[in-house]
């Protein structure tokens, strides 16, 4: 193994900083007294805020509150005399009943096994059997109908309780508002200590069957104090939740990272809503993958295109000033004459953008998959510095990120501090530390296969060191290997063709074959523009030859940094986009390359 390349930290976000509230590991050893320290310190401050849809309003719920939801649930739980250890997985959506469920089952000493909502209910179903789940909280009867007609045989699920249900229950299912008592008993004490297991989060299983990490209270923990030493997040910050919990980013960043920082998280009702929620909100903050500003980004290029020439002139100039702010900012280059025309070009073009993200965001963490470079640097140049992290479910999650103060666009950013890195052999990216997995539940041969014996978690990216700062390079075994031998990472290829505004989803192919092609998802107003301007009828075949010529020259303009043997040859376009129900991405947005 090389060495690790000496880290230069910026200064710590917690130290001297008086305007934050933090719970320090020492005021708090596992996930359950993190939550009891946070309602003795801000009872009376609102901690969540989500949408009723009955009352169609937006309800505010301080730590007070949550406090009372969560002995609620505890005596629910309680009454299913489960034993230490056992499993409660929980299917339903962001919110209020997905806090208490996970911190009643904390301070039970339970494990806790998020699924996704989204999901198949096969898939769902095996997760079900192989985590030897004992309840089942689930958003309907309708879902949990599906689950149960799946081939699984879920021998050790004894209780199922559903939000909502049109039919009659049947027997050992039961209605939430039912199920919990109107009042809940308070426990002076969890049962669960720090290096007990907290939780078993299966992967997205872009190959072969999902996996599942087993993090322990200690590793999450540790995790979230790590990274709000770099990332300092603030008790008057507010952050919309949108990233499903089961995600391992959204839960230890945006969820305990938010506990421990004693902020507010508003609920985001779906995500057809999250431009209006944005508005409605105005988040200071935000947890993110790159597809949503991927979005946005095509949204605003989109927009620009169909402007006036005067309106496109002030845009580049703005993202040329914009850019020159943001380097001088971050103490690249030195001051230049004309940024003092940015306050004009800012109210002109830069407001009205931000505004888009509720106008009030000071910068969102970006996890989950690589950010596209011109995506960056168009929100770094607007005034929304976009944080790109790195990590793995496995390292709960967060190994590396970048800062405020020290934000490298082309990087994952600086290891964590207490998270310890280094490359290995073929250039793998080696991590270690408090926040590194216990191994997967019942697969110790995977669990060995992934981590060495003196404990460092092999990534599977492959990475170098440039200026302290990681850079990923590649994935040691995502790769393509054309009929000539030429090696093509897809992953470097996809994320210079989704800055292009016509590109809403693309997979690259090419394995054997003697040139690449891609698999394109067209954004649809993107794509009627395309035809007025290249004059295409609306209802023409989208693999027409013509049209194949057509988007092929537009996309290769994406390309031109790439060498020759990295250009596609053919594209096979569709509008109708890929979803996690058809199998074709995860719930986390990455795609099932197989």
Not at 154 to 163: F, G, N, P, W, Y
Not at 550 to 577: D, M, W
């Amino acid at each position: 193994m090389n060495e690790n390349q000496a880290v230069v930290y910026p200064q710590d976000g917690i130290s001297g900083n008086q305007h934050l509230d933090v719970i320090a590991m020492d005021h708090a050893a596992t996930l359950d007294e993190l939550f009891r320290e946070r309602v003795r310190r801000s009872a009376d401050r609102v901690a969540f805020t989500e949408y009723h849809s009955v009352s169609e309003s937006w309800v505010d719920y301080t730590w007070a509150d949550m406090a009372a939801e969560v002995e609620r649930w505890q005596i629910a739980i309680s009454d299913l005399n489960l034993d230490k250890g056992d499993r409660v997985a929980i299917h339903i959506s962001n919110g209020v009943h997905w806090v208490a469920c996970d911190q009643a089952c904390l301070r039970l000493g339970l494990v806790v096994v998020p699924l996704y909502v989204d999901d198949r209910p096969d898939n769902a179903s095996y997760l079900l059997e192989h985590s030897g789940a004992s309840v089942l909280i689930t958003d309907s009867l309708e879902i949990w109908q599906k689950i149960e007609q799946c081939d699984e045989t879920l021998a050790r699920l004894k209780t199922v309780v559903v939000e909502s249900a049109t039919a009659v229950l049947p027997q050992s299912v039961y209605l939430l508002k039912e199920w919990l008592p109107k009042v809940g008993a308070h426990l002076e004490r969890g049962m669960s200590d720090p290096d007990d297991l907290a939780s078993i989060v299966y992967t997205s299983g872009t190959t072969g069957r999902p996996k599942g990490v087993m993090l322990s209270h200690k590793n999450m923990l540790s995790n979230a104090y790590a990274a709000l030493r770099s990332v300092p997040v603030r008790p008057d910050d507010v952050a919309l939740s949108f990233l499903p919990l089961s995600h391992t980013f959204e839960r230890t960043i945006g969820y305990y990272l938010g506990i421990m920082a004693g902020a507010r998280a508003v609920y985001n009702r779906s995500i057809k809503f999250i431009v209006e929620d944005l508005q409605i909100h105005q988040p200071t903050t935000l947890i993110s993958v790159p597809r949503v500003f991927e979005r946005f980004y095509s949204r605003i290029m989109q927009s620009v295109s169909e402007s006036s020439r005067v309106k496109r002139f002030l845009f580049r100039k703005t993202i040329e000033l914009g850019w020159r702010k943001f380097q001088y900012d971050q103490k690249i280059t030195n001051w230049f004459p004309s940024l003092i025309l940015w306050p004009l070009l800012d109210k002109l073009v830069a407001e009205k953008i931000r505004k888009l993200t509720g106008g009030k965001l000071r910068f969102a963490i970006i996890g989950g998959a690589p950010l596209p470079y011109d995506v960056a640097k168009l929100f770094a140049s607007i005034g929304i510095p976009l944080i790109q992290g790195y990590g793995l479910t496995e390292s709960s999650p967060v190994i590396s990120v970048n800062t405020e103060a020290g934000n490298r666009l082309d990087t994952i950013g600086l290891p964590l501090r207490g998270v310890e890195v280094c490359i290995g052999d073929d250039d793998e990216l080696l991590t270690r530390g408090d926040n590194i997995m216990l191994g997967y539940w019942q697969n110790e041969e995977a669990t060995a296969g992934t981590m060495t014996d003196d404990g460092w978690l092999r990534t599977g990216d492959k990475a170098c060191f440039d200026d302290g700062y990681l850079k990923i390079i590649g994935r040691l075994k995502d790769i393509l290997v054309l009929a000539n031998g030429e090696k093509v990472p897809p992953a470097d290829m996809e994320q210079a063709l989704v800055s292009n505004p016509l590109v809403s989803q693309v997979m690259i192919v090419g394995e054997g074959k003697p040139y690449l092609s891609a698999l394109l998802v067209l954004e649809p107003q993107a794509w009627k523009v395309f035809c007025k301007t290249n004059g295409l009828a609306g209802d023409i075949d989208l693999n027409d030859e013509r049209v194949e010529e057509l988007i092929l020259a537009q996309l290769a303009k994406n390309l031109k940094e790439f060498p020759g043997y990295a250009q596609l040859r053919r594209v096979h376009s569709a509008l109708t986009e890929w979803t996690a129900e058809d199998g074709l991405i995860t719930p986390t947005l990455k795609l099932k390359r197989p």
